[in-house]
């Protein structure tokens, strides 16, 4: 189906051509449109336009309206103040525009898709291989995972990329360790879980490390093992993949408790750029790029320096010929932009490392691989904290495990559904727990900006009341409910209807939802998606409690305010799905 023009839009449109009409130079000049609390939109607009054309700003505004046909879609409008616009729109048009976005085959609920969509690479949900995911990990991969859903629904092609940590030091000395200790991650065929990965990995590492720090013998051997690991020598490389192969069942498992898609071949590591690290710092180094500094190949920049005022440089290969990651990074672009044909790469990073991707994007600049055509964005985000405001820890200040904080919030939130629920088997009360646990937490994350710090509240997040997902699940569950009860009635439109001052607050929200859609993912701001959701909530809190549904007064009303019922579940369902989080049908 094609996409539904808002009502926002076409009232812009009727007062553009009202405006040209009245005052030709200004032809194209926009009306800055709002929803006002005075009319259901002003127009600030004729103002600034007044002021330019040397006209009286309340003359030009009853000119403009004078151009302004009422009736179909406009039932009233009037100047105010200094020159504003008052505008209200006709019930009929809300309902009309509803029922086009309620028809939409598709359950895109008239949504357009980009006429010109690009190709955005988005780097999110970067975990380590044989190490724990702690708190650090979760932004990265839940506001990526929505990031993600949001461009994929306005019809970008977007290709998915989780740049794992699997090279390096470390893993000279875990797979010299495990070639003398050949049967620790020996399964014999057994099925392992996400835990079991993880503690295997966890036991190994640690002994691994106390041999390392403890036998100079050993520790030679496992220097040794760090050439022969990038030398790309046949039997090491096979151990090393034992590490990567036990540590993604581990990733799998964090990932499937976070209902996110995490797919085997967007998982590319360190590793995988492997081949073009001499590569890359030939180029940099033959267009001048790069430069050879205390034996180490080094970027400079004009406005980078550190406190004693020496320049800062970024180094792509160190002076005993290693590579640290900036030449991971910036083979990784080179691989994104002429591989895969991305004209934006956007990384969901950690704020903590701006300073490291400005020296990336700048190199890559200079070096021609992005351009006024190909742009990388950083999408920083700030730090999860605990209640007391400092950086989340165990009480014994260690780093809190992503999967215990997890499963405390599915505790927590199964608890909630427990006491609520009324016709739910322990079966059906784990699986809300889930949803409703996991949301919990994705919205809490999601309704921050993401480069501001947040505070993780279990209390908080799985309240009933105020800004949460489980407030969000509930008046989606509400509907459903509703839905049930009025058995063989169904849901139907009655645009000849007068609408009460709750139905049409309503109505105006619900059609304001593709124009959401499209500002956050231009912005790539998830958290103007949840504002919008939690809005849109309250105003159905609102609707509800003023407006009977089932006993309305006539059939037409009973039908039509199921209608708005529905269409605001829809609406709820899919801007839910947006953010990665389910809307259980009972809870």
Same mark, same amino acid.
């Not at 839940?142 to 629904?153: A, K, T």
């Not at 909630?416 to 727990?433: C, F, P, Y």
């Not at 304001?512 to 849109?536: D, I, R, S, W």
């Not at 037409?556 to 829809?570: G, I, P, S, W």
């Given at each position: ?75 009233d409008i009037e100047v105010s103040g200094p020159g504003f616009l008052n505008v209200t729109i006709t019930d009929r048009a ?13 359950g895109r609920l008239g949504v357009p898709r980009t006429e010109q969509p690009g190709t955005t690479v988005v780097d999110y ?6 190490? +724990? ?15 993600? =859903? ?45 835990? +079991? ?21 050993? !520790?030679?051997?496992?220097? &040794? ?37 995490? &797919? ?21 180094? +033959? ?29 792509? =290969? ?17 691989? $994104? ?88 088997? +322990? ?24 480069? $501001? ?26 509907? =459903? ?22 139905? &049409? ?40 409690? !003023? ?13 039509? $305010? ?26």
């Amino acid at each position: 189906m094609a996409s539904v023009t808002s009502l926002t839009a076409s009232v812009h449109q009727r007062l553009a051509s009202a405006l040209s009409a009245a005052l030709p130079e200004a032809a194209g000049a926009d009306p800055l449109l709002r929803r006002s609390d005075r009319a259901d939109y002003q127009a600030n607009g004729i103002l600034a336009l007044a002021k330019k054309a040397k006209a009286n700003p309340r003359e030009l505004a009853t000119q403009v309206v004078a151009q302004v046909t009422t009736g179909d879609l406009i039932q009233d409008i009037e100047v105010s103040g200094p020159g504003f616009l008052n505008v209200t729109i006709t019930d009929r048009a809300i309902t009309e525009n509803l029922a086009a976005r309620a028809a939409d085959t598709d359950g895109r609920l008239g949504v357009p898709r980009t006429e010109q969509p690009g190709t955005t690479v988005v780097d999110y949900a970067q975990p380590n291989v044989a190490k +724990e995911m702690h708190v650090g990990h979760l932004r990265s991969a839940v506001i990526g995972d929505s990031v993600v =859903q949001l461009l994929e629904f306005t019809g970008e092609n977007v290709v998915r990329r989780h740049h794992i940590g699997d090279w390096g030091t470390q893993f000279g000395m875990l797979i010299q360790y495990l070639d003398e200790h050949p049967h620790e991650l020996d399964h014999s065929g057994a099925e392992v879980s996400g835990e +079991e990965a993880m503690s295997n990995l966890d036991r190994l590492y640690k002994a691994a490390r106390r041999k390392f720090d403890s036998d100079e013998e050993f !520790k030679t051997r496992a220097r &040794r093992r760090v050439v022969d690991l990038q030398a790309g020598e046949p039997h090491t490389l096979a151990m090393w993949q034992k590490f990567v192969d036990e540590s993604k069942i581990y990733f799998f498992s964090v990932f499937e408790k976070l209902d996110m898609e995490v &797919r085997d071949p967007d998982i590319v590591g360190e590793s995988g750029y492997n081949d073009m690290l001499a590569e890359t710092c030939r180029l940099l180094e +033959e267009s001048g790029v790069a430069v050879r500094s205390e034996g180490a190949l080094c970027v400079f920049f004009d406005d980078i320096k550190g406190p004693d005022g020496n320049p800062v440089p970024l180094i792509v =290969q160190k002076s005993d010929g290693g590579y640290g990651y900036a030449a991971t990074d910036l083979s990784a672009i080179r691989d $994104r932009v002429f591989n895969l044909k991305a004209n934006t790469l956007l990384y969901v990073v950690d704020a903590r490392q701006s300073l490291h991707f400005k020296m990336v994007f700048e190199t890559a600049r200079k070096a021609g691989w992005l351009n006024d055509d190909v742009k990388a964005h950083q999408l920083a985000f700030g730090t999860v904290l605990g209640k007391d405001g400092k950086p989340f820890k165990t009480r014994e200040g260690e780093t809190v495990r992503l999967v215990d904080l997890l499963d405390e919030a599915i505790d927590r939130a199964s608890a909630v559904v427990r006491e609520k629920a009324q016709d739910l088997s +322990e079966e059906e009360i784990a699986e809300r727990g889930a949803q409703v646990g996991i949301g919990a937490v994705k919205y809490a994350d999601l309704s921050t900006s993401a480069n $501001r710090d947040y505070k993780f509240d279990l209390d908080q997040m799985v309240s009933l009341n105020g800004d949460t997902s489980v407030y969000l699940q509930y008046a989606y569950a509400r509907i =459903q409910s509703i839905l049930r009860k009025a058995g063989e009635v169904r849901p139907a439109a009655h645009p000849e209807l007068e609408l009460h001052a709750a139905e &049409r607050a309503l109505g105006l929200h619900v059609d304001a939802f593709a124009e959401v859609v499209a500002e956050a993912a231009a912005e790539y701001a998830p958290h103007k998606m949840t504002a919008y959701l939690y809005q849109l909530a309250s105003l159905y809190t609102t609707f509800y409690d !003023k407006c009977p549904v089932l006993k309305a007064e006539t059939p037409e009303q009973v039908q039509n $305010r199921l209608f708005l019922c529905d269409v605001t579940a829809k609406t709820l369902h899919q801007g839910m799905a947006l953010l990665g989080i389910r809307t259980p049908e009972r809870l």
